[in-house]
């Protein structure tokens, strides 16, 4: 019950996140998890999650703007609208 009761407060806690921060902190977990058991040492662990952060964070942030594409004009300025 207890299990259920902290997965619950985790989730609740990452519903009120953008979607940088989730990516963020799914990809730190998940990393943590595949490089503690590929591993098994807590070294492995820690390099995995680091390594996950930065590629969860990578991939919310390209989530942020969906619908949107960047353009550049004749002038070489790049600037962002809906994609056609």
């Given amino acids: 019950m207890k299990k259920v009761l902290l997965v619950g407060a985790l989730v609740g806690m990452l519903a009120s ?7 963020t902190a799914i990809g730190a977990a998940s990393g943590a998890v595949i490089g503690g058991a590929v591993t098994n040492s ?3 662990a820690a390099v995995g ?3 996950g952060g930065l590629v969860g964070a990578a991939i919310g942030e390209s989530q942020k ?6 353009y550049r004009d004749r002038y ?3 600037y962002e609208a809906r994609c056609r």
């Fill in 17 to 23: 996140c953008t979607s940088t921060e989730k990516g």
């Fill in 42 to 44: 807590w070294g492995g």
């Fill in 65 to 70: 703007r969906n619908g949107y594409c960047v």
């Fill in 76 to 78: 070489g300025r790049t």
């Fill in 49 to 51: 999650a680091v390594g």
